[in-house]
């Protein structure tokens, strides 16, 4: 394990260059969390905080200062109301992202978004993870899959990891105590094809700001994910993968 956390600190000149857009993203999710519920935090000092910038720090993992080249794919899964997949598209806008929610309404906030935007080098769909990692269009194709605060790391494994090329990663986002839950997870990693899986602490912090420790999981994709997998959603959650396979 890394002991030195990763800090969201650096990013003050990121927020600066992009206040514009991150200002504009944050007065719609306002505005239309007056008609749909799509997030709890409503402040705009704490939306920018707790949401756009805890979204930025995958680029710590990614691409930090600016490396990957353009072209660089990234499916968020359980994207919510765009995060962190509108934070990251705003900043890179020569990478091309793949934005999956299951909700629809949350998935039209995220479409209105982008076209305010001008994200044009981001599809949103409204769909499940589990169904769309088993078309061919986006099996094994990314060169990462984020997912944060959506699932358990077992399910998540499972969800996620049929999106990813070899040689690419899930970035999953987590609190602090992650340990046990990562323990209960490797096997499934493993089974998904990606043997090599770390916790990376970082701090959410910026200027003037509270610190909140926090974890990103990196897990690589080392092999091809088996053709049943992912199973369905129900299957998913009632046996885990162990018990069923290999
Ligand atoms: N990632 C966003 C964030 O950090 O603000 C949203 C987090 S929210 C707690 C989890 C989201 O995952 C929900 O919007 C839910 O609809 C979506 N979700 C859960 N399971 C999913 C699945 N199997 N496929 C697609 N979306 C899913």
Redesign the pocket.
Known sequence: MNSTPLTTRDFAAVLEEYADRFSLLTDLLIEENKIHNL?RITDPTQILFR?ILDSLIALKILDFPAESGSGFTCV?????????VLPLAIVRPDWKFLS????GK?AAFQQKACRALGLTHVQVLS????DLAHDRRYRQRFDAVL?????NLSVLAE?SLGFVKIGGRLIA?KGPDVAEELRLALKTFDQMGAAEVKRVPYLLEGVNTEKISMSLIVAEKTRSVLDGLPRS?AQIKHRRLPDICI
């Open positions: 997030t949401h968020d899964i359980g994207s919510g109301a765009g995060f962190p999956i929610e299951a909700t949350k769909a499940r993870a589990e997912a944060r605060a959506v699932a969800l986002w959603f």
